[in-house]
């Protein structure tokens, strides 16, 4: 679940073990933070992430997270805080730092997606741990939307090298604050010279897909909606429909029978 990366004093062994425990809850307020909560029905607690890397004017900010909450939905929910919802959330990661004062020890951990922070923080005394969102290098696609915005030529957008074409998509709707459904639209590959058009699976992965295409060609990404979205919809309430209709023969159709 951790991954080492950098030690800065020698010690013997240090241990973090994903379990919970208890704690005094005490308010922490700032004039740089704000407090979200997650989940008031689980348990939570008060958790200070540093987010230079989003807002250079704000320190951190500091979140009511449950302990079932993971490092994934903790990067949707600072995007959404900062409205950066057009941001794309592989781009990030957690980090925990631990300072003990005591021995000289400081170590930092890099956290994957599944790991919970709030279980974390339950380990180490406050003020030993903290958490920053740190940001990673990505490239840069365009991808013609004009079936999202009529009047739009093309959107440029920033992304992980595993993001997917369903997770591009998403991406692409939350810029328009669109409702509709990610199944309704799939990204093609498109070369009008050469008179090729590919339609991209749902988890082929946009960024390596450009890499692979040849130099000063004229490829590009469009996405188009698909015209049988809406019919497949019909057609499942039409099925569903057929089948509440059929009923059990009642017993009076049964009388006409001979049991063996």
């Not at 003020?127 to 969102?133: A, H, M, P, T, V």
Request: net charge positive; aromatic share 8%.
């Amino acid at each position: 679940m951790l991954k080492h990366v950098h030690r800065a004093k020698c010690a013997d062994t240090l241990s973090i073990v994903s379990t919970a425990s208890s704690f005094n809850h005490e308010p922490m307020s700032s004039r740089c933070s704000s407090i979200t909560s997650l989940n008031i029905s689980n348990p939570v607690d008060t958790i200070k992430v540093y987010t230079k890397c989003l807002r250079a004017d704000l320190e951190y900010k500091t979140l009511g997270l449950a302990y079932t909450t993971t490092c994934s939905e903790v990067v949707s929910i600072l995007l959404n805080k900062y409205r950066m919802r057009h941001r794309d959330p592989n781009l990030f990661f957690m980090t925990m730092e631990i300072n003990i004062r005591k021995i000289g020890l400081r170590t930092v951990f890099v956290l994957d997606n599944e790991s919970c922070p709030a279980v974390l923080q339950s380990c180490h005394p406050r003020g030993e741990s903290r958490f920053c969102l740190q940001s990673k290098k990505g490239g840069l696609v365009k991808v013609y939307d004009c079936e999202l915005m009529p009047g739009s030529k093309y959107k440029s957008l920033l992304i992980s090298e595993r993001t997917t074409v369903d997770e591009l998509i998403r991406i692409l709707l939350n810029c328009y604050n669109s409702k509709e459904q990610v199944e309704q639209f799939s990204l093609y590959e498109l070369s009008k010279s050469e008179e090729y058009q590919r339609k991209l699976h749902h988890d082929d992965m946009p960024l390596n897909v450009q890499c692979c295409w040849p130099p000063n060609s004229d490829y590009i990404f469009i996405i188009k909606r698909n015209p049988n979205y809406k019919s497949k919809q019909v057609q499942t309430i039409w099925t569903d429909h057929q089948h509440q209709e059929k009923k059990e023969p009642s017993s009076n159709e049964y009388e006409n029978f001979i049991y063996i």
